[in-house]
C-alpha cells in the first residue's frame, strides 16, 4: 500500500501489519484502515482506504490517505475549481519536497480566490484588500494572505532565496485556513444566522 512516510520524507509500499474494515453510519461501501511499517525507516504509520465503485460489479480500494502521524488535509468539495486545483499542486510539491513551488502554488490559490470573488485588483494585494474593505475575510485572514503573498513572490522570481520545509507548511496552512474561512466557514455560520432569524420571527 503506496504512502508519503513523513519520516523518511518518501512515498512508500507500508509493509501492512494489521487491518480493520468498517461501515460508515450511511455508507454502502466499507473502508479499510490499516495499520503499516514503512519499509524504509520502519516507522508505524496508520492509513485509509475506500472501496470504491468503478463500474457495474467492480469494485477497488482507493488510494491509501495517510490518518496518522500528521493526518493528511483532505480538500473539501465546496472549494471552486479555481482554488483547488491550484491547492492540488501546493500539496503535491510539498509532498515533493519542492517547497518554492508549494509557495508559487499557495499563492496562485489565494489568486484564484480573488478571480473567484472577480476582484476589480487583478493583483493579489489589491485583490486582498479589495476583499478586506467588502469584508469576504476580516483583519488577520488579510494579515496572513499578504504574508503569504510576500513569499510567493520570493518563489515566483529568480533569487537565491530559498523557502524552507517549515516555511512551506506554514503557507500550505494558510493557504487551507483561508480557503476555510472563506469557502466553508463563512457559509456555515450564514446557514446558522439564518435558521437562528427564522427560529425567532
Ligand atoms: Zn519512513
Redesign the pocket.
Known amino acids: 500500500m503506496i504512502v508519503d512516510?513523513?519520516?523518511?520524507?518518501?512515498k512508500?509500499d507500508g509493509i501492512v501489519r494489521g487491518e480493520h474494515q468498517t461501515y460508515g453510519e450511511h455508507e454502502d461501501n466499507p473502508s479499510k484502515r490499516v495499520l503499516l511499517e514503512?519499509?524504509?525507516?520502519?516507522?508505524t504509520?496508520l492509513a485509509e482506504t475506500e472501496h470504491w465503485q468503478i463500474g457495474h460489479e467492480e469494485y477497488k480500494w482507493s488510494n491509501a490517505i495517510r490518518l496518522w502521524p500528521e493526518p493528511e488535509r483532505i480538500l473539501s468539495w465546496e472549494l471552486p475549481d479555481i482554488v483547488s486545483i491550484a491547492l492540488i499542486e501546493a500539496k503535491k510539491c510539498f509532498a515533493g519536497q519542492a517547497y518554492i513551488g508549494c509557495a508559487v502554488m499557495c499563492g496562485r490559490a489565494i489568486e484564484g480566490i480573488c478571480k473567484d470573488f472577480k476582484t476589480k485588483n487583478n493583483n493579489i494585494a489589491g485583490g486582498l484588500k479589495e476583499l478586506l474593505d467588502r469584508q469576504v475575510i476580516d483583519k488577520r485572514i488579510y494579515d496572513w494572505g499578504d504574508a503569504l503573498r510576500i513569499q510567493r513572490n520570493i518563489g515566483a522570481h529568480a533569487s537565491e532565496e530559498k523557502i524552507d520545509r517549515v516555511d512551506a507548511t506554514d503557507l500550505l496552512d494558510f493557504a487551507l485556513a483561508i480557503c476555510d474561512y472563506v469557502y466553508i466557514l463563512r457559509n456555515k455560520f450564514e446557514q446558522f444566522m439564518e435558521r437562528h432569524n427564522k427560529d425567532n420571527q
Open positions: 512516510c513523513p519520516y523518511c520524507e518518501s512508500v514503512c519499509p524504509v525507516c520502519h516507522c504509520l
